[in-house]
């Protein structure tokens, strides 16, 4: 029987969507998953997305995250997608820009992390970012279809991540991140601005 360490957790799953192919549970233990990062693993502002990600597969949660939003958003027409709730909020088009671009940020620096680079990443400057990406001119379903593929490649990531570089860490803005906590980072960023968008955007 395959052991697990006390550290070091596998994820069991079936990326259905991406090659119809179900893996074997790595572990023979029903218990054997990754669980949730410790204090010690992000900086304690990034808990405010980790704590909005429930469960112990943040891998399973990435995936069933996407049709759900893809719903949602096709739910959102081209003109409405224009609004902002204050002339100096972002508009509904650049606030999916923005977890677009931002999970590619989030997901370069898990490569880099989980690949063994230990060099510190710079800061990620989102008002940098959306200014530079003049969202409001893109059709909203663009981006859809643009934060789908994203979500995709970030679903093979997590998914085919090796189970030692779970807990492999790097330094991205001046602070330490284990893979684990980008993962959940990943997920709970997507699920705090879906909030956002229901609460303030959508009433």
């Known amino acids: 029987m395959q052991e697990c360490e006390s550290e070091m957790f596998v994820i069991a799953r079936c990326p ?3 090659s119809g192919i179900c893996r074997p549970p790595p572990c023979d233990r029903v218990d054997c998953m990754i669980g949730r990062p410790q204090a010690t693993e992000a900086a304690p502002y990034y808990f405010l997305y980790i704590d909005q990600a429930p469960g112990d597969n ?10 759900d939003c893809l719903r949602f958003f096709a739910g959102i027409s081209e003109e409405r ?8 909020k972002w508009s509904i088009r650049q606030v999916l820009n923005h ?3 931002t ?33 409001d ?15 995709l490649a970030t ?32 997920a709970g960023h997507l699920a705090h601005h879906l909030a956002v968008l229901k609460e303030r955007y959508l009433k």
Do not use: C, K
């Open 16 to 18: 259905g969507r991406l």
């Open 58 to 67: 943040p891998a399973a949660l990435i995936e069933s995250q996407l049709d």
């Open 81 to 88: 997608s224009l609004y902002r709730y204050a002339p100096d």
């Open 99 to 101: 977890v677009t671009d």
């Open 103 to 135: 999970e590619r940020a989030f997901a370069f620096r898990t490569l880099w992390f989980a690949r063994g680079f230990d060099s510190p990443l710079p800061s990620y400057d989102q008002e940098v970012a959306a200014l530079g990406a003049e969202a």
């Open 137 to 151: 001119r893109i059709p909203w379903a663009d981006h859809i279809e643009e934060f789908r593929r994203v979500r």
């Open 155 to 186: 679903i093979s990531l997590f998914g085919n991540m090796p189970a030692e570089a779970w807990m492999r860490t790097g330094i991205a803005s001046d602070n330490r991140f284990t893979v684990r906590a980008m993962a959940f980072i990943t």
